[in-house]
């Protein structure tokens, strides 16, 4: 099992630091693409067969996809010819180490789910489909409903900015 | 020295990356459609220039068939430019030769037998049928219908070139109008064999309207595209079935009644909309009457000879003169103008392709559309490039 | 004996197992339905395209291929042959990588979805709750082989072509996830085996499948045609609209790799049919109930054929759309349907049992389909038309 | 409306289909090297050169007027005239081409040639298999790989050779009474003059180009 976790960790870390190190911006988003892909598997792993679909489709199927149309349609394709790393590095250090002291504490303190690392992982209650879906429609139903607004309202804007900028050319 | 040259000749900002947009944000992509591309009918180029998936600007770019067939026959006696003509619009010979035939006749004021004008005609009807037929079948082939209605179109083709090989010899170059008549006679067996396909063909048509007409996804990617306004299509000099589906009424056998097309009684469809779709209809209504002048050339074909007692095969030199000699070609007025100084060869030899001067309004048309739509309103155009290059 | 033939695979593989440790058992049957499906499947592949061919063909009015043995029958093992020995060609400036990694993994990630099919009674690789997420995650993966392969041949084709085939795969996921939603809703459950099973009864020896209903009829229509749209095939075919971009986002592959496109593309289609079969045809199990004597793994391969031949018959006939008129039909006309027939499916529960129910259902589909029918075609200035003539 | 259209072509292409495999008129694809055309008699691939009798380079109708060289379009035919004559296949004294080739990878098949030859002597074959390995030489034919016998002629194209043989019977009919006339003045005149008896031998092939421009005049009208 173990062997599994971090063959899959060392897959994930590797595409995110390639994702950051590339020089290339598709190869950059392709390489963003595996760390996703590892992290579908980590979820997978663990049993959350709904999680880890989810992410492979909306991760891999859409937002790798949204990124890479990106960097089509801005002609980032092209493979700058100076360096790729951003002068305000130092800054980007500092808010990266921030984020991940956030990350850590929260981890450490918070309290296990599964039993210890003695513990068989066999204990785990199997959560089925429906499970998620009662729990989503219950007593998560006003957060789903707020990202929900949430969504909605981004796509109406998203909307309203394309169809801005084509009344605009007309 | 010359590629220098050509290299000064460009025009401002073409072939130079990157092409900017019109407003000067972002930059075109350009894209060389053809001369190996799959739907350019031949080697014919068009230079692209797209924002996304529209046009912004499109250059034809032809000349990769250029045969120099002008000077050729300006350089050899009359008769030997004649099978020289069935390679120019190699899907209609036929009415190549007409044309050349009728011009060279003006020319020397040859009369020509009345069996061999309705040969003629039979011969044209027929040619006509297969020139629109096929072209529909390329038009539907570019829109991706994996040559359904283009083998139906070929089927159909096959049994008049089979009529073609029988009178004439061969199946494209035929080679077989003179000045003055026709080279051989048909026999009765011939145009019996030509009642039995004709007759077969109204049930072809049948058969590709039902496949077509009514497709909504042919009707939504042809109805309003490539609009071709009538003032723009008499000013460019578009001619045919082209200018027709423009609401203009203009065919050269109803105007000049050439042949003997005033004994004929037929219609001439017209378009309302201006659009692919219009082109496509009109073309298949075309057919349609097509069918109907046969029947009645076949209804009324008279005996004689098909050749002209005065008739000269070779060795003949027009007085010194000129001469222009147009017909209804399938693609639009394909007319000959010749000029002679007395010698046996034309002083001068120019042909009016209609297949060319149609293709000059394809940017027009172009202009703004989807790069898919590119190919259908080029489709539209109905050319061959064997006409266009000459 | 019927019983034997209805599990002769499930047996077959059992027995072959049996030979190994006990320990290794359960790893070798998965195994050995990987190279089940790993070897029918192209094997299949071999047959639809000649299926295609001769069927094109015919439709055509002429032979197709009829020289490589009788019939023509192994005009496959002769392109197949012919595409081995082709030399593999790389674009100078292509990116090696990414060109060469894009087909391997489209062929891989196409595969992948026969794992949750119930291809046959016991017949299911992998029973996985979430099935049909797993199809779907799966399927939306595709996307980016394409988009690889387009971006990497730096060929302004291929990536027009590549830009085209996200666009749309996107765009029609959308009705096929909702499509297949109404099943989900009316199944309750995401497990395609349970799906089957839910089908595999009879009334009056008639089948309960779920394309006999206004509401499924309706899905099963609509997933046709996203899957059409998710698949490439005519008449949405542009991604590699040969009149317009010359191969789409293939152009600049050959030999091998163009192979293994094009069995990605088949398999693609075999897999997205299987899984319509499965939602909406009743999977397995047999059309009448006095022909349930016959292996249901013959309903499925049968279902799953006919719905490969009705794919070519539409590619014989139909020209292709254009991409706005493609997007716009994914947006404007195929996803409020799909949202309409969610609807339905849903009055469709709670109407309970009746004739009402049939009548309501197919009434509102019908008149939600005519009246967007008619508004798209009069917004697009679209329909027949008659024409005059100058005497 | 409303994908009626659509379903139409379907029913279409699916009449298709099936009537592919029931009416041999939809299916009219011939597989050509097991399956061949009837022959057509107006068919015209590339020239050969016709020639009367069993020996094919005595019996060749060619008398090397060099008209169709001058008139092929394509320039694809190359005549060396003889300086000596022979007599040819009806015993006359001609010239006869030493060299006659014809490039048929330059050729067109326009039938120009055969249309203007005065003399019969160049005809249109069938015959189009003619793929070979070398292109230059191989597809430059010269006089023998030319000549092809009346017979064949015959076979290939009946009617027109039938046709052919009446008009060349008739010309030689008029072309010996002709001579039989030239001669029979010529003997009167040598009855009357017997000093001046020698002109009648050139008289004769002097006769025949006449001959052979009317017999051109009955080509084009005919």
Aim: proline share 5%; net charge neutral; glycine share 10%.
């Amino acid at each position: 099992m173990s062997i599994v976790f971090f063959a899959i960790a060392g897959l994930s870390v590797a595409g995110a630091l390639a994702a950051v190190a590339l020089k290339n911006t598709v190869h950059c988003a392709l390489a963003l693409t595996v760390a996703f892909a590892g992290l579908a598997l980590l979820f997978l792993e663990l049993d959350a067969q709904f999680a880890g679909f989810a992410q492979i489709l909306v991760y891999i199927g859409a937002v790798a996809i949204l990124v890479v149309f990106a960097i089509l349609l801005t002609r980032g394709s092209e493979t700058p010819k100076d360096g790729i790393y951003s002068t305000k590095w130092l800054l980007g250090l500092v808010t990266a180490s921030g984020i991940f002291a956030v990350l850590a504490w929260a981890v450490l303190h918070s309290t296990w789910a599964l039993p210890g690392p003695e513990g068989a992982p066999t204990a785990a209650p199997a959560v089925t489909v429906m499970d998620i879906g009662n729990a989503l429609m219950g007593r998560y139903v006003l957060p789903l409903e707020i990202v929900a607004l949430l969504l909605t309202s981004a796509l109406i804007g998203a909307v309203i900015v394309a169809m801005h900028e084509k009344e605009s050319a007309q | 020295m010359a590629v220098a040259e050509n290299k000064t000749e460009k025009p401002e900002g073409w072939n130079r990356p990157p092409v900017m947009k019109p407003d000067g944000e972002g930059e075109l992509l350009e894209v060389a459609m053809g001369p190996h591309h799959p739907s350019t009918h031949g080697v014919f180029r068009m230079d692209v220039a797209l924002d996304g998936e529209r046009v912004i600007r499109l250059k034809p770019v032809f000349g990769y068939l250029h045969r120099n067939h002008e000077k050729i026959a300006e350089g050899i006696n009359y008769l030997g430019s004649m099978p020289f003509t069935d390679r120019l619009d190699y899907m209609c010979p036929l009415t190549n030769n007409w044309a050349y035939a009728l011009a060279v006749e003006k020319l020397t004021g040859q009369a020509v037998p009345e069996r061999a004008e309705y040969l003629r005609v039979i011969l044209g009807e027929l040619t006509r049928i297969v020139n629109h037929a096929s072209s529909i079948g390329f038009l539907i082939q570019e829109m991706g219908a994996s040559g359904t209605p283009l083998m139906y179109a070929f089927k159909e083709r096959e049994k008049i070139l089979d009529l073609f090989e029988e009178l004439t010899g061969a199946r494209m170059m035929c080679n077989y109008m003179r000045f003055g008549g026709c080279r051989v006679d048909a026999t009765p067996a011939w145009l019996d064999a030509v009642r039995k396909v004709l007759a077969g063909l109204p049930r072809f048509a049948d058969e590709f309207e039902n496949l077509l007409r009514g497709n909504e996804i042919l009707m939504a990617r042809t109805q309003g595209v490539g609009i071709l306004r009538p003032e723009l299509a008499v000013n460019a000099g578009v001619t045919g079935p082209m200018l027709r589906a423009s609401g203009i009424n203009y065919d050269i056998r109803k105007v000049d009644g050439y042949g003997l097309y005033n004994r004929f009684k037929f219609r001439v469809p017209l378009g309302e909309h201006w659009d692919v779709y219009d082109r496509f209809m009109i073309r298949l209504l075309e057919m349609r009457e097509s069918f109907g002048i046969l029947e009645q050339a076949l209804k009324d074909i008279p005996g004689g000879p098909v050749m002209d007692s005065k008739a000269k095969l070779r060795g003949f030199r027009p007085k010194p003169g000129e001469a222009y000699g147009r017909i209804e070609a399938p693609k639009g007025e394909l007319g000959f103008y010749l000029i002679s100084d007395g010698g046996p060869n034309p002083y001068r030899y120019r042909i009016r392709p209609p297949s060319l001067i149609n293709l000059t309004v394809l940017e027009d048309m172009c202009l703004g559309n989807n790069v898919a739509d590119v190919v259908l309103i080029f489709g539209s155009v109905d050319i061959v490039l064997g006409e266009v290059d000459r | 004996m019927i019983e034997k033939a209805d599990q002769i695979f499930v047996l077959l593989g059992h027995w072959l197992v049996s030979f190994l440790p006990v320990w290794l058992q359960p790893a070798a049957m998965v195994l050995l339905g990987v190279l089940a499906i790993i070897v029918t499947f192209p094997a299949l592949f071999a047959i639809t395209v000649l299926l295609e061919r001769k069927g094109l063909g015919r439709m055509q009015n002429r032979y197709g291929p009829n020289r490589v043995g009788p019939f023509g029958i192994f005009q496959p093992v002769a392109d197949g042959i012919k595409s081995l020995t082709k030399e593999d060609i790389v674009p100078t400036s292509a990116d090696g990588v990414v060109h060469f990694l894009a087909p391997v993994f489209l062929v891989v990630v196409v595969f992948m979805g026969y794992a949750v099919l119930p291809m046959g009674r016991n017949m299911t690789l992998v029973s996985m709750d979430a099935g049909l997420l797993f199809f779907f995650a799966i399927g939306a993966s595709t996307e980016l082989s394409v988009f690889m392969a387009g971006w990497s041949s730096r060929n302004k084709y291929s990536l027009l072509g590549a830009m085209r085939a996200v666009a749309q795969m996107i765009s029609y996921e959308v009705p096929l996830l909702l499509s297949s939603l109404t099943i989900v809703m009316m199944t309750g459950s995401l497990s395609l085996g349970k799906i089957v099973e839910a089908q595999n009864q009879y009334t009056w020896g008639l089948p309960h499948w779920y394309i006999f209903t206004p509401w499924g009829f309706a899905g099963f229509l609509l997933y046709a045609v996203a899957t059409t749209a998710e698949s490439n095939r005519s008449p949405f075919d542009l991604p590699e609209g040969e009149s317009e971009l010359v191969a789409g986002y293939f152009t600049e592959y050959s030999g091998f790799k163009f192979a293994l496109f094009f069995l990605g593309e088949y398999v693609g289609m075999m897999s997205i049919s299987g899984l319509g079969t499965t939602l909406f045809l009743g999977g397995w199990s047999a059309p009448l109930q006095i022909l349930g004597w016959v292996p249901s793994w013959c309903w499925f391969f049968g279902k799953v054929m006919m719905s490969m031949c009705v794919f070519i018959w539409m590619r014989g006939t139909l020209p292709r759309l254009r991409q706005d008129q493609l997007m716009n039909f994914a947006w404007k006309f195929v996803l409020p349907l799909t949202l309409v027939n969610l609807m339905v499916a849903a009055t469709w529960r709670f109407l309970g049992a009746g004739w009402e129910r049939w009548v309501i259902c197919s009434a509102i589909l019908i008149l939600v389909y005519t009246l967007m029918g008619r508004s798209g075609m009069r917004r697009g200035h679209i329909g027949p038309r008659s024409y005059r003539y100058a005497e | 409306m409303l994908g009626e259209g659509i379903l139409k072509g379907l029913g279409e292409t699916a009449r298709n289909f099936v009537g592919s495999y029931v009416s041999a008129e939809r299916l009219t694809t011939i597989q050509y090297p097991e399956e061949r055309i009837a022959p057509i008699e107006a068919t015209r691939d590339f020239p050969f050169l016709v020639y009367d009798g069993a020996d094919w380079e005595a019996g060749l109708r060619c008398v090397a007027c060099q008209i169709c060289e001058k008139e092929c379009p394509p320039k694809c035919i190359y005549i060396v005239k003889s300086t000596d004559k022979k007599p040819d296949a009806l015993g006359k004294l001609q010239i006869y081409p030493v060299r006659f080739d014809i490039d048929i990878s330059v050729c067109m098949s326009c039938q120009i040639c055969v249309e203007v030859c005065p003399f019969e002597a160049i005809k249109m074959d069938t015959q189009f298999e003619l793929s070979t390995t070398d292109r230059f030489g191989g597809l430059l034919y010269d006089r023998k790989e030319l000549a092809k016998s009346n017979e064949y002629y015959h076979s290939i194209h009946p009617i027109e050779a039938k046709k052919v043989d009446a008009h060349l019977a008739e010309e030689k009919m008029k072309a010996d009474a002709k001579a039989g006339a030239a001669a029979a003045a010529a003997a009167a005149k040598a009855a009357a003059a017997p000093v001046v008896a020698k002109p009648a031998v050139p008289a004769t092939p002097a006769a025949a180009p006449a001959g052979a421009t009317q017999r051109a005049e009955g080509e084009k009208q005919g």
